[in-house]
Every structure is written in C-alpha cells, then in structure tokens.
C-alpha cells in the first residue's frame, strides 16, 4: 500500500501563486509514476500533471502548461506542483494519485492509477 497526503490549497486571488504538496508513504518502490489531478463542482476528475517516479519524465494538460510545474524530492518521498499564474479556473480540489503500473503508459487516465490522496482545496478568486 501506498499512503499519499496532500497540503498547501487555499485561497489565493488571481494572477498568484500556490504550491502544493504531495508526501508519499508506504510501498513506494512499486511507484512508478506520480500525477495530479483536479476536479470542480460539478465536473469530472481532470488530469493536470505527472512525473516519472524514477527520472525526471514530466507531461502537463494543455490548461496548465507554461504555468504550472510538478517536481518531486526523493529524499523526502515528495511531489510538488508549483502553480502560478493562477486563473479562477483553476479552481477545484487537487488530488495526487500514485501508479503502481508499469509498460508504456501516458499516466494520464485515472485508470493508471491505483493510490490516491484526499485531496486539497485550491480556490482562486477573481
């Protein structure tokens, strides 16, 4: 099992910055890939961003790109996702999932991933 907790949302205005956090526990030498993903009120689950969790292979949603960066520190089993320039819709709750499946994958469906976190409110006001 993998256990993954998300912090750092809030409520920021228009045009900052957030980051936020993702600290992964557990089994994580069967990750193989790390992503966020968001979903507002009404719509479903988004992807955003992921890395490899054994290079530095990043892939971003065309919304975000340019603007937001995810990264990650082995060291303390975390992943970020530096948001900036951030837009009112931008606003949802941010998940971080874990993959635990290896082969050629995109790590873009939710489908590719098996652990997720609780996820975190990001509200941007405008």
């Known amino acids: 099992q993998v256990q993954l907790v998300e912090s750092g949302g809030g409520l920021v205005q228009a045009g900052g910055s957030l980051r936020l956090s993702c600290a992964t526990s557990?089994?994580?030498?069967?990750?193989?890939?790390v992503g966020w993903f968001r979903q507002a009120p009404g719509k479903e689950r988004e992807f955003v961003a992921r890395?490899?969790?054994?290079?530095?292979?990043?892939m971003y949603a065309d919304s975000v790109k340019g603007r937001f960066t995810i990264s990650r520190d082995n060291a303390k089993n975390t992943v970020y996702l530096q948001m900036n320039s951030l837009k009112a819709e931008d606003t949802a709750v941010y998940y971080c999932?874990?993959?635990?499946?290896?082969?050629?994958?995109?790590?873009?469906?939710?489908?590719?991933?098996?652990?997720w976190g609780q996820g975190t409110q990001v509200t941007v006001s405008s």
């Open positions: 999932a874990a993959s635990g499946r290896a082969g050629y994958r995109t790590y873009i469906p939710t489908t590719d991933y098996d652990y």
């Open positions: 557990g089994r994580t030498s069967v990750v193989y890939a």
């Open positions: 890395i490899s969790w054994s290079s530095t292979r990043t």
